[in-house]
């Protein structure tokens, strides 16, 4: 009789236990992921419950009869088997940890994109190519100015008859991983550093407090450098900035590389570099 009244509808349950009655799926869940076999735990799966892997294993009624199984009855999903390895591992641990000089690291950033794992994501972007959401919807940097202030170079009216002549050229590699058959999956790489080489005197006249020096620190005026870059990742503004100074545009080149990704795929990476050359009389 005991029994019969805790298994009852009109019974007041602990909430833990009713989300359990509830669950259609078991705690340990065997899943086939593009034909590698995993086990793991349900709450591992919804441990991020926006996640795609969230959604798809929430824990409501007859959810498990929504999913594709495979001959054994083993959730299926097709996706990178292999790789499926440090999603699981992110879910555990909110953190993975890669082998050195893994290879994968693009596709596997793929991945985490298709399984809504924004954080993920993150964690496998490159330092210079991280960008808040607002980078995507404005156009400069983290200064915050839209113009190109604290510089030297006066109004053309004001420009005096001993002003330094010379060369400035700014160069920047850019790249995208694209498949074989189709250019509509290219994944292109925003410009991830803008370089600048010439006489220092002359790219801190124009560049100001937007250069960075810190590769090259304590150089003279009077001496050259090819290794300063800008704070900003935008050319158009580097070229109104040379622009204002009296600078034009005299040459430009480019040239551009392929390599396979890795020896188990199609895909290629294509880099490029870039560079302008202005001169000021």
């Known amino acids: 009789m005991t029994e019969t009244m805790a298994l009852s509808g009109n019974c007041r349950t602990n909430p833990k236990e009713q989300a359990s ?14 034909g590698q076999v995993y086990y793991t735990r349900h709450s591992t799966l919804v441990s991020t419950p926006s996640s ?3 959604k798809l294993f929430a824990s409501k009624k007859d959810a498990s009869n929504d999913l594709a199984r495979d001959p054994k009855g083993r959730y299926f999903i097709d996706r990178d088997g292999f790789l499926f390895r440090y999603v699981l591992d992110y879910l555990r641990d909110k953190q993975v940890v890669l082998p050195d000089h893994f290879p994968e690291k693009g596709r596997l950033r ?4 298709y399984f809504l794992l924004p954080d993920l994501v993150r964690l496998l972007t490159p330092d210079d190519l991280k960008q808040s959401p607002d980078d995507y ?5 983290e200064d915050g100015s839209q113009g190109s ?7 053309p009216s004001l420009v005096p008859a001993d002003r330094k002549s010379g060369f400035i050229t700014v160069g920047y590699r850019g790249s995208c991983t694209m498949g074989r058959e ?6 292109f790489r925003r410009v991830p550093r803008i370089l600048i080489c010439g006489r220092v005197a002359l790219a801190k006249e124009v560049f100001g407090e937007t250069l ?3 590769r090259d620190p304590d150089r003279t005026p009077d001496r050259y450098t090819s290794r300063f870059y800008l704070k900003f990742k935008h050319l158009e503004r580097a070229f109104d900035m040379l622009s204002e100074c009296g600078f034009q545009m005299v040459a430009c080149n480019s040239s551009v590389t392929a390599s396979f990704v890795n020896q188990h795929t199609e ?3 294509w880099s490029s570099y870039t560079e302008y050359v202005f001169y000021r009389k």
């Open 212 to 214: 960075n020096e810190s």
């Open 149 to 155: 202030d604290h510089r030297q170079c006066p109004p």
């Open 110 to 113: 793929k991945e985490a994109e």
């Open 182 to 187: 189709s250019q509509t999956d290219a994944k």
């Open 52 to 54: 795609l892997l969230g």
């Open 21 to 34: 009655v509830q669950n259609s799926f078991p705690d340990v869940v065997e899943l086939n992921v593009g």
């Open 267 to 269: 895909d290629k990476i």
């Open 137 to 141: 919807f404005h156009s400069d940097y």
